[in-house]
T-cell receptor, first 109, second 116 residues
Framework: GQNIDQPTEMTATEGAIVQINCTYQ??????LFWYQQHAGEAPTFLSY??LDGLEEKGRFSSFLSRSKGYSYLLLKELQMKDSASYLCAAMDSNYQLIWGAGTKLIIKP | GAVVSQHPSRVICKSGTSVKIECRSLDFQATTMFWYRQFPKQSLMLMAT?????????EQGVEKDKFLINHASLTLSTLTVTSAHPEDSSFYIC????????????FGPGTRLTVL
């Protein structure tokens, strides 16, 4: 079957770095997405990886290892506004997104 | 980036009534739109995939006669919750796939439905 695993909740300190891991199993693979979702709002697109390696975009970076079925989202210089849920989603061979349950990130001062 | 709008943003209705939610892609054409439901503190649950000009494909466990989806144009899809009941109260989110990009989905702002 198809499955996405990511931690339920993480806590980090303002100004620090946090890494949110995601492992996936899908029927075929057309890329790995990360979305940010603040409470009561719809998800917003953060990143897309389809090739192995690290993609950096400002304070956020995303890494993919296709052979390991593994990705992580790295958030640097954490700010209070980064408190949100982070959703990992893998796109299968039918271009359908398989969603993880999301990781709730709590930032403490 | 691609913009998706959703209307209404919030609706409260009585049990037994029907509610229509509109999803529009404002600056791109979306051949495929998706409808999700999200209960508090839970992840997104895909309800159905809507392709322009054809019948929607519903996920297992989603009643197609209760959740009517119409995708009449490349920029508009509607979801009608028929004979709504309190257990249908949820956050309904649509997304549109931008095929010119990474096939990523751009989400509407969501509609919070409360059925009394």
């Amino acid at each position: 079957g198809q499955n996405i695993d990511q931690p339920t909740e993480m806590t980090a300190t303002e100004g620090a770095i946090v890494q949110i891991n995601c492992t996936y199993q899908t029927s075929g693979f057309n890329g790995l997405f990360w979305y940010q979702q603040h409470a009561g709002e719809a998800p917003t697109f953060l990143s897309y990886n389809v090739l192995d390696g690290l993609e950096e975009k400002g304070r956020f970076s995303s890494f993919l290892s296709r052979s390991k079925g593994y990705s992580y989202l790295l958030l640097k210089e954490l700010q209070m506004k980064d408190s949100a849920s982070y959703l990992c989603a893998a796109m299968d061979s039918n271009y359908q997104l398989i969603w993880g349950a999301g990781t709730k990130l709590i930032i403490k001062p | 980036g691609a913009v998706v709008s959703q209307h209404p943003s919030r609706v409260i209705c009585k049990s037994g009534t029907s509610v229509k939610i509109e999803c529009r892609s404002l600056d791109f054409q979306a051949t495929t739109m998706f409808w999700y439901r999200q209960f508090p503190k839970q992840s997104l649950m895909l309800m159905a995939t809507s392709n322009e000009g054809s019948k929607a494909t519903y996920e297992q466990g989603v009643e197609k006669d209760k959740f009517l989806i119409n995708h009449a144009s490349l920029t508009l899809s509607t979801l009608t919750v028929t004979s709504a009941h309190p257990e249908d109260s949820s956050f309904y989110i649509c997304s549109a796939r931008w095929t010119s990009g990474y096939n990523e989905q751009f989400f509407g702002p969501g509609t919070r439905l409360t059925v009394l």
